[in-house]
């Protein structure tokens, strides 16, 4: 519950910072031009999906989720040794080597470390990008409002069944199908005119 708790309010923070951040936007830029890149970055970050999709294997598991496994499975004592021996051909993330371990830690740690880890690892991320194209260009109560509602049901599914729906679901299909949607949403933002 601490892991979910710091995770939605990250991203709940995030969601109103992007939603800012979109608001901000067409007082910089005429609202047709917000309008015209928000979809132009919609199409992109579709393309970029569907095009990584077609690209994986279907049932294999991504490097990323094995490297996050293998290090909750079996954390490492000593980060510094490993690293000189191994030179710096792999990227660690700081926070890894010298974060204790759940056990070791309080409630509110694991609520901390789940904010920091949840906002920074999200900043510049492709929802915090679509939040501010849709916060410029439609209702800003109603862009956090639903940005909030996903967040919550996504971090919900990914603290309570993660592991079973990635065996379940495969990362190629996660991926096809948000860039078709990305796809429908940047057309939708392309042709379809502002009010």
Same mark, same amino acid.
Request: proline residues 4%.
């Given at each position: 519950?601490?892991?979910?708790?710091?995770?939605?309010?990250?991203?709940?923070?995030?969601?109103?910072?992007?939603?800012? /951040?979109?608001? %901000?936007?067409?007082? !910089?830029?005429?609202?047709?031009? @917000?309008? *015209?890149?928000?979809?132009?970055?919609?199409?992109?970050?579709?393309?970029?999906?569907?095009?990584?999709?077609?690209?994986?294997?279907?049932?294999?598991?991504?490097?990323?989720?094995?490297?996050?496994?293998?290090?909750?499975?079996?954390?490492?004592?000593?980060?510094?040794?490993?690293?000189?021996?191994?030179?710096?051909?792999?990227?660690?993330?700081?926070?890894?080597?010298?974060?204790?371990?759940?056990?070791? /830690?309080?409630? %509110?740690?694991?609520? !901390?470390?789940?904010?920091?880890? @949840?906002? *920074?690892?999200?900043?510049?991320?492709?929802?915090?990008?679509?939040?501010?194209?849709?916060?410029?260009?439609?209702?800003?109560?109603?862009?956090?409002?639903?940005?909030?509602?996903?967040?919550?049901?996504?971090?919900?599914?990914?603290?309570?069944?993660?592991?079973?729906?990635?065996?379940?679901?495969?990362?190629?299909?996660?991926?096809?199908?948000?860039?078709?949607?990305?796809?429908?949403?940047?057309?939708?933002?392309?042709?379809?005119?502002?009010?």
């Amino acid at each position: 519950s601490m892991v979910f708790g710091g995770a939605i309010l990250a991203l709940i923070v995030m969601t109103i910072l992007s939603t800012m /951040m979109g608001l %901000v936007l067409p007082s !910089v830029l005429p609202k047709q031009y @917000t309008h *015209l890149f928000g979809g132009i970055l919609f199409l992109y970050f579709g393309i970029k999906l569907v095009y990584e999709s077609r690209q994986m294997q279907a049932d294999k598991v991504s490097e990323e989720l094995e490297e996050v496994e293998e290090e909750l499975l079996h954390p490492k004592k000593d980060e510094g040794a490993g690293d000189e021996e191994q030179g710096s051909s792999k990227k660690k993330a700081p926070s890894s080597a010298n974060a204790p371990r759940p056990q070791d /830690m309080s409630n %509110v740690q694991v609520f !901390v470390q789940s904010f920091t880890l @949840t906002f *920074l690892a999200e900043w510049g991320d492709r929802s915090q990008i679509a939040t501010i194209a849709l916060a410029a260009a439609n209702n800003p109560y109603g862009v956090t409002l639903g940005g909030c509602m996903g967040h919550s049901v996504c971090t919900g599914l990914a603290v309570l069944g993660g592991r079973m729906l990635a065996a379940r679901i495969s990362e190629k299909t996660v991926s096809f199908y948000g860039g078709l949607i990305f796809l429908g949403f940047g057309l939708h933002s392309i042709f379809i005119e502002t009010e």
